[in-house]
């Protein structure tokens, strides 16, 4: 069981985590210009009136930075470092990004993914994954986007 912080769950983000258990990747959506907007927000930039509407992606993305933690680092982090953070930009508009991590399989750790494979550029595939979370005496399941290198 791991003891990992739980995420914000509330209005704004449900959705988000929603897909993620289903596994779909969606991002918000402006009505009237239709461009993406993550993170997710409660009116549109481009149009204030107007509240998002949540849409699928591809899940398809490229590598546009990565970092190696090293300890010393809180836990339950620390025992699996030195594992990788990216900056995932999207297929659809590389304006929108996401934080996350390489993994080199399916359900595999987020240190398993060797450090000299990371470069910029990098194709990478959404894969989500299910973490159990430990919430006091319940534990509750999240599925956690996580990304797959796409082979050229």
């Known amino acids: 069981m791991s003891e990992l912080p739980l995420p914000t769950l509330d209005e704004l983000t449900t959705p988000f985590w929603e897909g993620c258990k ?5 991002v918000q959506q402006c009505p009237k210009t239709e461009q993406l ?9 481009w149009a204030p ?7 699928q992606v591809s899940g398809r993305g490229t590598l546009w930075s990565a970092a190696q933690p090293h300890p010393p680092l809180v836990e339950p982090f620390a025992g699996l470092a030195p594992y990788n953070i990216v900056v995932v930009a999207l297929a659809e508009n590389p304006q929108i990004r996401m934080v996350g ?13 060797d450090w000299e494979q990371l470069r910029p550029g990098l194709p990478l595939q959404v894969e989500f994954q ?3 979370i430990d919430v006091g005496k319940d534990s509750e399941q999240w599925w956690f986007p996580r990304w797959r290198i796409l082979e050229e």
């Open 37 to 45: 907007i993550f993170p997710p927000q409660y009116r549109s930039p």
């Open 49 to 55: 009136a107007l509240k998002p509407l949540w849409t």
């Open 22 to 26: 289903e596994g779909r990747l969606l």
């Open 130 to 132: 299910r973490t159990a």
């Open 101 to 113: 991590n390489v993994i080199a399989t399916p359900g595999g750790a987020i240190n398993t993914v």
